[in-house]
């Protein structure tokens, strides 16, 4: 079955700069790779997702790359914000199947 | 209009106990699944089901059943619960293939 990697498991970094968290996949046929923010005591919910067609996708302050011949993709969050403060993590699809990464604590200090 | 809902959000239980945890969503998705969070905030998938199939995580323990009585719904059924068990279950769904999967808001099992 598909194994999901991410790194790091923390991450501090202060307000306004950058945050990169990566995952790497094992099965060649994850098709779809969303991420997801998890604030304390709420559900996940999607961030952004990229599709195995695309390289790379970007929705203001964040960016997903994805890399099918490495089989890794990355999150990038710029100009980071206190509310970003959250867990966030990356999960690769195979058909209706998600596969979950470890997760990764963001903080970001003001 | 929440899309995808839990009932209870919090549960608190005797050990050797029998509970259920509800789950609806109102999206029309084909795809309904059950997570495990733990302290450590890993997010374990336990069953995914749609009309279809039911593939279960072969980690979880068979005290542990899907019950779907509908598209709509996916209870989950916990028999003579252990400490253990205690964690946020969340339930979510999903569309057909590599659709976005939305999750319910979580309930909170502890088990004493």
């Known amino acids: 079955g598909e194994n999901v990697e991410q790194h790091p498991s923390t991450l501090s970094v202060q307000e306004g700069d950058s945050a990169v968290i990566k995952c790497t996949y094992s099965d060649s046929a994850s098709n779809y790779f969303p991420w997801y923010k998890q604030e304390l005591g709420k559900r996940p919910q999607l961030i952004i997702d990229i599709r195995s067609n695309v390289g790379e996708k970007k929705d203001q302050r964040i960016a997903v790359t994805l890399n099918k011949t490495a089989k890794h993709f990355s999150l990038h969050i710029t100009e980071t914000q206190p509310e970003d403060s959250a867990v966030y993590f990356c999960a690769a699809s195979i058909g209706n199947q998600f596969y979950f990464g470890t997760g990764t604590s963001l903080t970001v200090i003001p | 209009d929440t899309a995808v809902s839990q009932t209870p959000k919090y549960l608190v239980t005797q050990m050797g106990n029998d509970k259920s945890i509800k789950c609806e969503q109102n999206l029309g998705h084909d795809t309904m699944y059950w997570y495990k969070q733990d302290s450590k905030k890993f997010l374990k998938i336990m069953f995914s089901y749609n009309n279809k199939e039911l593939i279960i995580n072969e980690t979880v323990p068979n005290r542990f059943s899907p019950k779907s009585p509908d598209k709509a719904h996916l209870n989950l059924h916990i028999n003579s619960l252990e400490l253990g068990d205690s964690a946020v279950y969340f339930c979510?769904?999903?569309?057909?293939?590599?659709?976005?999967?939305?999750f319910g808001p979580g309930t909170r099992l502890t088990v004493l």
């Open positions: 979510a769904s999903s569309q057909g293939k590599a659709g976005q999967e939305f």
